[in-house]
């Protein structure tokens, strides 16, 4: 889990630079025992704090907690509002909690008289969850939420069909060639604003490209030993941007990117 020692050194070099921190990748922030405090030092310092979450942790007490740090941005993902449907993708996991844990954020909102954090609920469509949509908006609205959002999945091995592909096609980053076969809709123009737009710090200081770099293979630098701005400015950096504007295709974590295909309703 991200280190608050860490964190404190790296937003100590980014602050003059940086408007807004995305607290999540490939994990669930609210298992960090810090978590709520660095967002708190975050705000302090005047970024824009947004996080996701599953909403499996969100006691009475870790909500007041939650509107307490001045999270601006709070999404909670909602896969499914019947429970097999949320299981299907979310294995193990409880819709009633977060149901729940919805409750008790809009309740604390309403006890500590806030507008934040600003809360939505965001549906992943899937194969299993397709005829859902117009009901999730329908259960956000009545909750309170203060925004549905619907959005596209990521699938892997997607090439040959998946069961999680939806058969909506306005709602499928994939389409069937006449062969039988899938392909992502985007075209895989050599071109990525993310590229100078932001990147991703992992848990133990890497520096990666993005977030579809979900494994940290293309570590470009480690602030454990590094500066950022060193990082941000190196050749290894400028040459990952180089290798994206010559051949993307040929870049793995690129071939399954969403850049250029509609994600959100």
């Not at 954020?105 to 500590?112: A, S």
Request: hydrophobic share 35%; proline share 2%; glycine share 4%.
């Amino acid at each position: 889990m991200l280190n608050i020692n860490l964190f404190e050194k790296v937003i100590a070099q980014i602050k003059r630079h940086v408007h807004s921190l995305t607290f999540y990748f490939q994990g669930e922030p609210y298992l960090n025992p810090d978590f709520l405090e660095m967002v708190k030092i975050a705000n302090d310092k005047k970024f824009y704090t947004i996080t996701s979450t599953n909403a499996h942790f969100l006691s009475e007490e870790i909500a007041k907690k939650t509107i307490l740090s001045k999270l601006d941005k709070l999404i909670i993902s909602v896969d499914g509002i019947t429970q097999e449907a949320y299981e299907h993708y979310r294995v193990g996991g409880s819709l009633n909690k977060v149901i729940e844990g919805t409750k008790e954020i809009i309740k604390q909102k309403k006890l500590y008289k806030t507008n934040t954090p600003h809360l939505v609920w965001q549906f992943v469509v899937f194969k299993s969850n397709q005829n859902q949509i117009a009901l999730v908006k329908k259960l956000g609205k009545e909750l309170g939420v203060d925004e549905v959002k619907i959005k596209t999945a990521q699938i892997y091995d997607f090439e040959n069909g998946n069961d999680l592909i939806p058969e909506l096609e306005n709602y499928s980053r994939y389409k069937k060639d006449e062969n039988g076969t899938f392909k992502i809709k985007n075209k895989l123009l050599n071109q990525c604003w993310r590229m100078w737009q932001g990147c991703v710090i992992t848990w133990d200081g890497k520096i990666v490209p993005c977030c579809f770099d979900k494994d940290a293979k293309y570590k470009l630098g480690n602030l454990e030993v590094e500066n950022f701005k060193d990082i941000w400015f190196s050749d290894p950096y400028n040459n990952f941007r180089k290798s994206i504007l010559e051949s993307r295709n040929k870049i793995d974590i690129c071939s399954n990117c969403s850049e250029g295909t509609k994600v959100w309703e």
